[in-house]
C-alpha cells in the first residue's frame, strides 16, 4: 500500500493554473486502497463510508470500483442518487433517523438499516415494512483515536431483544454490526468483537432466529503524522483468518472511510504572513483549521507537512488566516527559514478535512482537484508515490 504526495516540481506546475489553497485528490489512489481491502479481505463486501470524503468523482470511482455505501442522511442518499448510485448500494447506517432521511432512503429503495434503540423500530417498521435490520451493539477499545462507542451501540446482553422486537414489527433482522473506531490500531478489538457477535449469533439460533449477515464497521487505520507504522497486510489476514474461522458460512461487509481516501488527498497552502514572536518564527498559511484544515480539531488529527526549503532550522509555528486565536495549526516544530510565497504541503488529508470546512470570516472553501484530470489539461506529471506501510 502506497501513498500519494506531490512534488515540488508537480506543485510549482499546477499553480501556474490554480492559486492555493487547493486539494489534490488522487482517484488511482483510492483504487489502490480498495484493491488492497479486496485482496486480504476478499469475502468481506466495502461500504464506503462517505462521510469521510463525498468529492462526487471520489464516490463514482468507488461506485465503479464495486464498492457500495454507508449514508447517514437525506442529503448523503441525494447525492449518491444524483450520481446515478440506486438504493439497493446503500445502507442506512445512523442509528438514528430522522423523518427527511426515512422519506428519502423509502424513496430510493433503500432497504438495510442500522438500530441500536427499541425507540427505532417503529419509525422504520412504519415507512419501509420488512426492512432488513441489524442492530449495532456496543464493543470495548482501549487503542483507537476516537471511542465511537460511547455515544452508539445497544449493550450485548439487549441485543437480541432488540431483534426480536424488530421481528414482531414487520422487520426483517438478518444481524448485528459493531465499530470498534477510528483509527483502530490493533487486531484485538476486531477479534474480541468477533468472539462477541458468534456467541450472539449462536443464542440467537436458541431463540429460533438464523442471523445472516455481520458489518464490521470501519476503524482500519492510515499512517498518522507522527509517524506511526501499522503492518495493515498483517492485521487485515488476522480479521479475516478469524472471520474464517468463526463466520464461514454468513455474509460479512465492513464500513471503510478514513482508510480509502486518508491517503488520497494532498493539500497545497502558500505562506501568506511572517512573523516573529517571543523570538519563535511564525508563518500565516493561507488556509485554516475553519477550512480544509478542520479535522485537527474535529478528527484530533495531526497532518504531515512538507516544506521545500534547506537550512538552518529554527523552532516554528504554523497559523490560518482567521481572525481568530484558536486558528494555530502546528507549534514549536523545527523548520528551516520560509517566506512569503513558499509553498507548505499537507498529506495524508483525505479524510475528515474538506467535508467539515466552513467559510468563516469569508474565506473560500478550498477546491478539490482530481490529479487524473490534471494530466488532461497537459500539465506535465512525474507522480511521486512514497512508501507507506507494509
Excluded at 7 to 24: A, G, M, S
Excluded at 145 to 154: I, Q, R
Amino acid at each position: 500500500m502506497k501513498g500519494f504526495q506531490l512534488t515540488e516540481k508537480e506543485i510549482n506546475q499546477i499553480v501556474e493554473k490554480y492559486p492555493t489553497p487547493f486539494l489534490v485528490s488522487s482517484l488511482e489512489e483510492m483504487r489502490d486502497n480498495y484493491r488492497f481491502l479486496r485482496k486480504h479481505l476478499p469475502k468481506t463486501g466495502i461500504y464506503y463510508a462517505m462521510k469521510a470524503n463525498p468529492t462526487p468523482a471520489m464516490l463514482q470511482c468507488m461506485y465503479d470500483m464495486g464498492a457500495s455505501f454507508d449514508v447517514a442522511s437525506a442529503g448523503e442518499m441525494e447525492q449518491l442518487h444524483a450520481l446515478g448510485i440506486p438504493g439497493k448500494r446503500m445502507i442506512y447506517a445512523n442509528p438514528v433517523k430522522d423523518v427527511r432521511g426515512l422519506a428519502m432512503a423509502e424513496r430510493l429503495g433503500v432497504r438495510r438499516y442500522t438500530f441500536d434503540d427499541k425507540s427505532e423500530i417503529s419509525k422504520i417498521a412504519a415507512r419501509i415494512p420488512n426492512a432488513e435490520v441489524m442492530v449495532r451493539i456496543r464493543v470495548v477499545n482501549r487503542n483507537v483515536l476516537v471511542d465511537l462507542n460511547t455515544k452508539f451501540g445497544a449493550a450485548p446482553d439487549e441485543a437480541l431483544d432488540l431483534l426480536q422486537m424488530a421481528g414482531h414489527a414487520g422487520l426483517n433482522p438478518i444481524g448485528i454490526c459493531f465499530h470498534v473506531g477510528s483509527q483502530s490500531l490493533s487486531t484485538e478489538a476486531y477479534e474480541d468483537a468477533l468472539e462477541l457477535c458468534r456467541e450472539l449469533f449462536d443464542e440467537a439460533e436458541t431463540r429460533g432466529m438464523h442471523l445472516t449477515h455481520l458489518d464490521i464497521g470501519g476503524g482500519l487505520p492510515v499512517p498518522s503524522a507522527e509517524g506511526l507504522s501499522v503492518n495493515l497486510k498483517e492485521m487485515l489476514e488476522a480479521i479475516h483468518a478469524r472471520m474464517e474461522a468463526l463466520f464461514p458460512d454468513t455474509d460479512i461487509w465492513m464500513e471503510p472511510g478514513r482508510f480509502l481516501c486518508g491517503t488520497a488527498v494532498n493539500l497545497v497552502t502558500s505562506v501568506i504572513g511572517t512573523k516573529e514572536r517571543n523570538g519563535h518564527a511564525w508563518y500565516v498559511l493561507d488556509e485554516s483549521i475553519y477550512g480544509t484544515l478542520s479535522g485537527i480539531i474535529f478528527d484530533h488529527w495531526i497532518y504531515p507537512m512538507h516544506w521545500f526549503r534547506t537550512g538552518e532550522e529554527r523552532i516554528s509555528s504554523f497559523v490560518g488566516p482567521s481572525c481568530d486565536s484558536i486558528d494555530v495549526l502546528r507549534r514549536d516544530i523545527m523548520v528551516p527559514r520560509l517566506y512569503i510565497g513558499d509553498k507548505v504541503l499537507f498529506t495524508n488529508i483525505g479524510a475528515y478535512s474538506s467535508v467539515s470546512a466552513s467559510r468563516f470570516n469569508g474565506f473560500e472553501i478550498a477546491p478539490t482537484l482530481i490529479w487524473e484530470d490534471l494530466f488532461q489539461e497537459d500539465l506535465p506529471a512525474d507522480l511521486s508515490r512514497v512508501e507507506m506501510v507494509s
